[in-house]
């Protein structure tokens, strides 16, 4: 089991970055593949980005490709997102998740942090 805690969110204008990380308790969060996820008042949470346990593969959705970097850090149990050309659609809550598949569908994923709110004012 891992737990996650996400940080690094807050206000920001449009254009602006932001870097989201997600500590990961217990000794096996390199054994997960990690994910971002985000949900918007009114709208069901969507697949952000995606990467494998040892990072070597990576997963954007359309709407964020060349602007987020997904990395991680597994000698210190931590993911992060880079984010960076912020736009005002990018505000919502930001979750990290973790799975056994680098995947896209939420389903996949068995463990999820609380989120931590983005704003991106225009």
């Known amino acids: 089991q891992v737990q996650l805690v996400e940080s690094g969110g807050g206000l920001v204008q449009a254009g602006g970055s932001l870097r989201l990380s997600c500590a990961a308790s217990?000794?096996?969060?390199?054994?997960?593949?990690m994910g971002w996820f985000r949900q918007a008042p009114g709208k069901e949470r969507e697949f952000v980005s995606a990467?494998?346990?040892?990072?070597?593969?990576?997963y954007y959705a359309d709407s964020v490709k060349g602007r987020f970097t997904i990395s991680r850090d597994n000698t210190k149990n931590t993911l992060y997102l880079q984010m960076n050309s912020l736009k005002p659609e990018d505000t919502a809550i930001y979750y990290c998740?973790?799975?056994?598949?680098?995947?896209?569908?939420?389903?996949?994923?068995?463990?999820w942090g609380q989120g931590t709110q983005v704003t991106v004012s225009s």
């Open positions: 998740a973790a799975g056994y598949l680098t995947a896209q569908a939420p389903r996949e994923y068995h463990y």
């Open positions: 217990g000794r096996t969060f390199s054994s997960y593949a």
């Open positions: 990467i494998s346990w040892g990072g070597a593969n990576t």
